[in-house]
Nanobody, 127 residues
Framework: VQLQASGGGLVQPGGSLRLSCAAV????????IGWFRQAPGREREGVSC????????YYGDSVKGRFTISFDNAKNTMYLQMDSLKPEDTADYYC?????????????????????WGHGTLVTVSR
């Protein structure tokens, strides 16, 4: 069971990137899949999450209106489209997932609920 994150890179302020998170070894049916980020010297921050069963999405306040999370069932892959990027978006981005069974939430699922984590992909927003 693995989550493989990719898509990070260097982008100028105002630019866009799309991160991908592919599940290997299991199918993301009835899972919550989320993105977190951590900048140097800062705590890990929840960015967004999505339910693979009903498509409901949640976003952190700092990215609302700029980031869009989506899930492709056929590819078993989650995406995070990041637009209007700011220098403060610079961080390592991680994807994580947990089965929805027994999980109750009406907003971003906290990090301690997640069972599987991928390696980080670095996003740097700079001129």
């Amino acid at each position: 069971v693995q989550l493989q994150a990719s898509g990070g890179g260097l982008v100028q302020p105002g630019g866009s990137l799309r991160l991908s998170c592919a599940a290997v070894g299991f199918t993301l049916d009835y899972y919550v899949i989320g993105w977190f980020r951590q900048a140097p010297g800062r705590e890990r921050e929840g960015v967004s999450c999505i339910s693979s069963s009903d498509g409901s999405t949640y976003y952190g306040d700092s990215v609302k209106g700029r980031f869009t999370i989506s899930f492709d069932n056929a590819k078993n892959t989650m995406y995070l489209q990041m637009d209007s990027l700011k220098p403060e978006d610079t961080a390592d981005y991680y994807c994580a997932t947990v089965h929805e069974y027994g999980l109750k939430y009406d907003g971003l699922v906290p990090d301690y609920e997640y069972e599987y984590w991928g390696h980080g992909t670095l996003v740097t927003v700079s001129r």
